[in-house]
């Protein structure tokens, strides 16, 4: 029986990259890949008021969507079909509990993220959502850069 990993899209570079380690990686038969939208993506700037706009967070799902529905192609046109079950999902919440939480849901065996690899002021203003999957998940996380 195969490796079940999972993989976080935001559509970055490190996630594609991370995408690609994990369709590399031997002995995968199951993939997930998940995109997580941040709360935030529903409001509009502050120089509009900063309100609520529903329209925006929809369109933020469909983005997500298309994003996994990308993945999965990527995914599907490197590996025989039969050989591997992917599964895409695309959810509200903050990226590095909802990371973490589909891992212990979907009973992963590993977790491959990827690292913008900020480091200094950067890091402090943006923080690490794979550094906080690495210090909260319960399977092994490998982080790409």
């Known amino acids: 029986m195969g ?3 999972l993989v976080p899209l935001d559509d970055s570079e490190p996630a594609w990259a991370a995408l690609e380690h994990a369709i590399d990686a ?3 038969d199951h993939l997930s890949l998940l995109h997580v939208v941040e709360p935030s993506e529903a409001f509009t700037s ?11 967070y929809d369109l933020a799902f469909e983005r997500g969507e298309t994003l996994c529905e ?6 599907l046109e490197a590996l025989d079909s039969e050989a591997i ?16 939480d589909a891992a212990d849901d979907r009973d992963v065996d590993r977790i491959v993220i990827g ?11 943006l923080g690490s959502v794979a550094e906080t999957v690495v210090r ?3 399977c ?6």
């Open 3 to 5: 490796q079940h990993l």
């Open 26 to 28: 031997d002995d995968v």
């Open 46 to 56: 502050a120089a509009r008021g900063g309100t609520y706009d529903a329209e925006m």
């Open 70 to 75: 990308r993945a999965r192609s990527r995914v």
């Open 85 to 100: 079950r992917i599964e895409t999902d695309v959810v509200p919440g903050r990226p590095a509990q909802r990371i973490v």
């Open 115 to 125: 690292s913008h690899g900020r480091s200094g002021v950067s890091r402090v203003l």
């Open 136 to 138: 909260r998940a319960s």
């Open 140 to 145: 092994p996380v490998t982080v790409v850069r």
